[in-house]
């Protein structure tokens, strides 16, 4: 890997959802993501993963989101994917 590719993985990343999608905000870009742009978003175990269009995937890890806000953050996540939302066991 270039070191190009390795300081944009670098840092911290903050995800902001909403209504009109999601903004993958890091030090030097904030892109924001319309909900049409996601293929499908996938609950699994330990993380939700975003699977975007054209390419891309976003992966929020369960451990950001406190246990006791888990429920509604995965229903509203369920209300602005809608039929996009899946569930995976494995």
Known sequence: MSDT???RQAGPT???LSDAGLRVSKADAAPEIAWASVRYVMERPEV????????GTRIIPKSAVEPDQQEAFTAQLLEWA???????DK
């Open 48 to 55: 939700w993963v975003f699977l975007l269009v054209p390419s």
């Open 5 to 7: 590719v390795n300081a």
């Open 14 to 16: 903050e995800i902001e």
């Open 82 to 88: 809608g039929t996009k939302y899946r569930v995976r």
